[in-house]
């Protein structure tokens, strides 16, 4: 079985609005997926969708002090004031960190990297075309306990013909 660990440059999303979203694998402990993350200089820290957060398993923390968030327009998040985080391990140009990213309604998007992600790895992007150089991945702190599905755990998984 082969998996694609990170993703390159070229695969790089662009909207309309010039937001650029950049392809990565995430790693947790139960899979391995393909994700966009939408690169956000103007957000103050790093997000994570609560429907994402359910999706993929992903393990959460309660804050001890919750945090208030306003929309990019000053209005309050709908979803009220954020009370748990993910800590997930970023992997870009070879910088291995661990970010907070909190669990926020952030409307269609399932990742934001905020400022602390574009300060710690000092990506090289490329505002004007919406290009990211090199590749990203991210993954939970519980990543390395995956074990690739096997032949004999497919076929255990089976329904025998007599039930």
């Given at each position: 079985m082969t998996l694609i660990w990170a993703i390159g440059t070229s695969s790089v999303y662009q909207l309309k609005n010039k937001a650029i979203y950049v392809p990565f694998m995430l790693r947790t402990s139960k899979r391995r997926v393909d994700q966009k993350v939408l690169l956000d200089s103007?957000?103050?820290?790093?997000?994570?969708?609560?429907?994402?957060?359910?999706?993929?398993?992903?393990?959460?923390?309660?804050?001890?002090?919750?945090?208030?968030?306003?929309?990019?327009?000053?209005?309050?998040?709908?979803?009220?004031?954020?009370?748990?985080?993910?800590?997930?391990?970023?992997?870009?140009?070879?910088?291995?960190?661990?970010?907070?990213?909190?669990?926020?309604?952030?409307?269609?998007?399932?990742?934001?990297?905020?400022?602390?992600?574009l300060e710690a790895n000092a990506p090289i992007v490329n505002w004007v075309d919406a290009k990211v150089e090199d590749s990203t991945m991210l993954s939970t702190l519980d990543a390395n306990k995956w074990q690739p599905p096997t032949k004999r755990t497919q076929r255990r998984k089976r329904t025998p013909l007599w039930v």
């Open positions: 103007g957000a103050t820290e790093s997000f994570i969708n609560p429907r994402t957060i359910k999706s993929l398993g992903i393990k959460t923390r309660k804050l001890q002090i919750p945090c208030s968030i306003r929309n990019i327009d000053g209005t309050p998040n709908k979803a009220g004031k954020i009370v748990e985080a993910a800590n997930l391990i970023t992997y870009h140009r070879g910088i291995k960190t661990v970010h907070v990213f909190y669990i926020a309604d952030i409307g269609p998007d399932n990742f934001i990297l905020g400022y602390p992600f």
